[in-house]
């Protein structure tokens, strides 16, 4: 019985050495990817928006002009059919 739990303690060892092991040589690869990454294509600066005209005075809100009102009918027949299920 002993010659058993020691076989089992050796082989859980092994198996927790292979997992940590290959842990750490995820953790180290994917920071190497990611710094060569960022090194060679780097993220783009972000671009500033124009911003828009102002309104004239009979004009109603931006938001509420800037939306297609086939669109806002679309967003809210979706509401409502995801709230009446």
């Known amino acids: 019985m002993n010659n058993l739990m020691s076989d089992g303690f050796g082989l ?19 920071t190497y990817m990611s710094k060569l990454i960022n ?7 972000p671009v500033a928006k124009k911003t828009m005209a102002a309104p ?5 809100s931006t938001s509420a002009s800037a939306t297609d009102p086939k669109i806002a009918a679309a967003i809210t027949a979706a509401i409502h059919q995801h709230r009446n299920r």
């Open 12 to 30: 859980m060892l092994l198996g927790m050495g292979f997992v940590f092991t290959f842990l750490c040589l995820l953790i180290v690869s994917t």
């Open 56 to 60: 004239s005075a009979g004009a109603t």
């Open 39 to 45: 090194r060679y294509f780097p993220e783009a600066a």
